[in-house]
């Protein structure tokens, strides 16, 4: 078993080809990163909002949890249901995962965005305020700068869970990683079941990586030696 | 220069943390606001900068109401310093310090500049100036705190009790940099603190604010120690009042002169306590020479007692003369010996002047 997987990995066909690992993994972030930029665009200016405000934040984390709870692949299934005599081609089947893909990021980027600028030093926010900055300075110039790096670790813990899930596209026909998991189990071939599990693990840590490069990148060095003390 | 017109802040719980505050903080000094906590001083300084709306009442900086200005545009015309300094973590010292004069529309040179003047003259360096503020100790974020409020060249600066949060001796060092910044710049400086000591020893003007938000009184330091208006400010202003008072009175005592000797030198016994100083007349430290004579040796130093310069106070003076082993405290001038007092002496010149009431 092990043997065939790790034969079925090197293969060079396995990588190649329209129907290969490359392209798979192409289709696979593609759908992840859509999936992680509309959860962004929702989570992070609510969470913004519930930070600086201190408002809808008991909202915010019931919502939270409820999102938790919701099954990915009955949401799929209903939207898949829904949504597929109102749109055609592609977009009829992609549009269903992307929404199942949100709806679980959300989350852990809307609690990443208010918990890092609720973190921000009051007297800092104090200070802000008191040297003249409007509300909008105080935002912008001080409580996300400040938030950063926990609202990044929302992102980078999104897009994990992201990565991991989006292998249900392949049960309603479009491509990504998941392809391997189901065509394997419909074909029997365990070994590309599990290989196709080592890649998604490995794409899902490579990403995880590139954004933690990132992170180093646009978070502030006065915030990493502030953790450091 | 700052006026406090019939100023009520009643809370909507119906607290009331200011109640009908009328008082003028005059231009240039520093004025303190003090009390036991819940009197409403902070309440009243953050008035001042509109952090806080009064309910009732006015408030006028050069007889202009703050509440027809802007509250940030007000914010950014006055310095303003808390407790524990609320530096922006993510900002070098150099940027913090630059907040202010960047907001206002300054160029980045002009500001850049602005900012490592006040960087300089809060005592920090040029090298600190690109760190960031977790790297630098309380006293010094707290100085990079001054230097923000100062970096725009205000009028007026707030402080909320801005040495609090620091060791003692750390706070003398800032309490003695602020009263030299404010003697420099000329400017108003309004500072709140719950300690009396605090509040005598940095405070040209001191309003005594009692629970409730009432004014209990605004006084000198001075005043404050001789003249208390009730018992609640002779009890706030708290024991030795008299001792303390002697720290705002300014005497003329007579040194009287004190042959010192070098290191190495040989005094003979019964000449008892000598003055030892070095080639620049500095004093070095005391030497018994009461029962056994000899050369003085640098081990049999005892240390010196609080030394007096010149136009100290009484105060200063009268712990110089107790505090020295030999019962005589040092006077210098620019760090020479000048001679020395004895504690009847201060005291005559204390007497002289009437200044022991109190």
């Known amino acids: 078993m092990i043997s065939l997987t790790w034969q079925w990995l090197v293969d060079p066909a396995t990588w190649t080809g329209p129907g290969g690992i490359i392209s798979q993994s192409i289709t696979h972030l593609r759908i992840s990163l859509v999936a992680l930029l509309l959860a962004a665009l929702v989570a992070v200016p609510v969470g913004l909002f519930i930070g600086h405000t201190g408002r809808g934040r008991w909202l915010a984390i019931n919502l939270a949890g409820a999102f938790r709870a919701i099954p990915s692949l009955g949401v799929l299934f209903v939207a898949t249901l829904l949504l597929l005599p109102r749109l055609s081609g592609n977009l009829a089947f992609e549009l269903p995962v992307v929404l199942v893909l949100v709806l679980l990021a959300v989350p852990p980027v809307l609690s990443g965005t208010y918990a890092g600028v609720e973190a921000v030093d009051p007297a800092a926010r104090d200070a802000a305020r008191g040297v003249g900055m409007t509300e909008a300075q105080i935002l912008w110039q001080v409580e996300l700068p400040a938030a950063l790096p926990l609202l990044l670790s929302g992102l980078r813990s999104a897009m994990l869970q992201i990565i991991a899930t989006a292998t249900i596209a392949a049960i309603v026909g479009i491509g990504g990683l998941g392809r391997y998991l189901i065509d394997g189990q419909a074909s029997r071939q365990y070994e590309v079941m599990a290989g196709g599990a080592i890649v998604v693990a490995l794409l899902a840590l490579l990403v995880d990586l590139v954004m933690a490069g990132l992170q180093r990148l646009v978070v502030s060095p006065g915030l990493v030696v502030a953790k450091e003390h | ?358």
């Not at chain 2, 006015?58 to 509440?67: K, Q, S, T, Y």
């Not at chain 2, 409730?212 to 018992?231: F, I, M, N, V, Y």
């Not at chain 2, 009042?241 to 720290?247: D, E, T």
């Open chain 2, 1 to 358: 220069m700052i006026r406090f017109e019939s100023v009520t802040k009643r809370y909507p719980d119906g607290t009331t943390a200011v109640d009908d505050l009328s008082l003028e903080v005059p231009r240039g000094g520093i004025t303190v606001f003090v009390g036991p906590s819940g009197c409403g001083k902070t309440t009243s300084l953050r008035m001042i900068n509109r952090m806080v709306e009064p309910t009732e009442g006015r408030i006028l900086i050069n007889d202009e109401d703050v509440a027809d200005r802007k509250p940030a545009r007000l914010r950014r015309s006055i310095g303003y310093v808390i407790q524990h300094a609320g530096l922006f973590p993510h900002r070098t010292v150099l940027a913090n310090v630059m907040t202010v004069p960047t907001l206002i529309g300054w160029d980045k040179g002009r500001a850049r500049t602005a900012a490592m003047e006040a960087i300089e003259k809060v005592g920090l360096t040029a090298d600190q100036a690109s760190r960031y503020p977790a790297q630098l100790s309380g006293g010094q974020q707290q100085r990079v705190g001054v230097a923000r409020a100062l970096a725009s060249d205000p009028e007026v600066v707030l402080m909320d009790e801005p040495f609090s949060a620091v060791d003692p001796l750390v706070r003398t060092d800032l309490q003695n940099e602020v009263r030299r910044l404010q003697r420099e710049l000329g400017i108003t400086v309004v500072l709140v603190t719950h300690d009396i000591d605090e509040a005598i020893s940095l405070g040209d003007h001191v309003a005594v604010m009692r629970q409730g938000g009432h004014l209990a009184q605004l006084a000198s330091p001075g005043e404050l120690l001789t003249e208390p208006a009730d018992d609640f400010v002779a009890s706030f202003v708290g024991k030795d009042r008299g001792y303390r008072k002697l720290g705002f009175t300014e005497t003329q005592v007579e040194a009287d002169p004190e042959r010192t000797v070098s290191l190495g030198e040989d005094v003979p016994a019964g000449r008892g306590w000598v003055l030892v100083a070095d080639e620049q007349e500095q004093p070095l430290g005391w030497v018994d020479r009461q029962g056994s004579g000899g050369p003085v040796q640098e081990e049999e130093l005892h240390r010196m007692g609080s030394l007096a310069e010149v136009g100290d106070s009484a105060r200063v003076f009268l712990d110089a003369a107790l505090s020295a082993p030999s019962g005589r405290g040092v006077v210098v001038q620019d760090g020479r010996v000048v001679g020395t007092v004895t504690p009847e002496r201060v005291l005559e010149a204390i007497r002289a002047q009437g200044g022991s009431d109190g």
